[in-house]
T-cell receptor
């Protein structure tokens, strides 16, 4: 079964500093990995995805993620955090089970709350 | 247009009520999804529709009844819910995944459901 783990419940960073939100994955075969952000009482917004190709993936709002196959990680990064980046971040992996062929069935991590202080 | 629209945004219903959640997208996506998100938890898949046919039911109780009347609309009919069904219900849509291709799912803002 596919799964992702987000080891940190919360990450605190000062505005202007770089941020990293960690995610590790466990899949059979090639992983299809995603990052989504959720603001309070809102749905999920897509940030970026890794399917294949370059290990450094660039996404929305200045975020990027680095795919590391040897460490089975897909950490989310941003060079300079903004207070407005404060939100709940979910890492997700596509479930590649046979019954899910053709669908974007996502398995989410437990989420990491990012708090950027002024 | 990359928007998935859900109505209502908030819903309070009694355990004997019947209500419906609605979801609409105009991105030409032929796969649509219902997810349930409890407080401080990640979203969990409930149903998947493909070309207006139910393809996946993740062992969801029958008090939740999905419906896909056309390629743009997805409904979730609710009847005889329990207080523990209170959650944020998220609709999502995506293209069907073709061989060698992939695409992200787009989510609506959700319906915050409270069962009293």
């Amino acid at each position: 079964a596919q799964s992702v783990a987000q080891p940190e419940d919360q990450v605190n960073v000062a505005e202007g500093n770089p941020l990293t939100v960690k995610c590790t994955y466990s899949v059979s075969g090639n992983p299809y990995l995603f990052w989504y952000v959720q603001y309070p009482n809102r749905g999920l917004q897509f940030l970026l995805k890794y399917i294949t190709g370059d290990n450094l993936v660039k996404g929305s709002y200045g975020f990027e993620a680095e795919f590391n196959k040897s460490q089975t990680s897909f950490h989310l990064k941003k060079p300079s955090a903004l207070v407005s980046d404060s939100a709940l971040y979910f890492c997700a992996v596509r479930d590649m089970g046979k019954a899910n062929t053709g669908f974007q069935k996502l398995v989410f991590g437990t989420g990491t709350r990012l708090l950027v202080s002024p | 247009d990359t928007e998935v629209t859900q109505t209502p945004k908030h819903l309070v219903m009694g355990m004997t009520n019947k209500k419906s959640l609605k979801c609409e997208q105009h991105m030409g996506h032929r796969a649509m999804y219902w997810y349930k998100q409890k407080a401080k938890k990640p979203p969990e898949l409930m149903f998947v529709y493909s070309y207006e046919k139910l393809s996946i039911n993740e062992s969801v109780p029958s008090r939740f009844s999905p419906e896909c009347p056309n390629s743009s609309l997805l409904n979730l009919h609710l009847h005889a819910l329990q207080p523990e069904d209170s959650a944020l219900y998220l609709c999502a849509s995506s293209h069907k995944i073709r061989q060698g291709k992939n695409t992200e799912a787009f989510f609506g803002q959700g319906t915050r459901l409270t069962v009293v």
